[in-house]
C-alpha cells in the first residue's frame, strides 16, 4: 500500500503543479470574458481563484499522501 500511496502522492504533486504552470503561462485561460471587460485587475483575481485553489488542493492533497505514509519509528 505505501508504494501505491508515495506514487498518487508523487502524482498529485506533478498535476498541481502542472495545472498552476499552465494558468499562468496562459495555455488554460478561464478568464477570457472577464478579462475583456475588467477595469481593474479585481475582477480576473476573483476568476482566476477556482482554478488556482484546484491546483493548490491538488499539491496539498498530493502533500498529504506522502507525509503521512511515512510510519515514524
Do not use: E, Q
Not at 475582477?43 to 491546483?55: D, E, I, K, R, T
Request: net charge positive.
Amino acid at each position: 500500500m505505501k508504494p501505491m500511496r508515495l506514487l498518487a502522492g508523487w502524482l498529485c504533486i506533478a498535476i498541481g503543479f502542472a495545472l498552476v504552470v499552465l494558468l499562468a503561462l496562459g495555455v488554460l485561460d478561464p478568464v477570457g470574458a472577464s478579462a475583456a471587460r475588467a477595469t481593474s485587475l479585481t475582477p480576473v483575481l476573483v476568476a482566476l481563484l477556482p482554478s488556482v485553489s484546484v491546483g493548490i488542493a491538488i499539491f496539498a492533497v498530493g502533500v498529504w499522501l506522502i507525509s503521512t505514509g511515512r510510519k515514524s519509528k
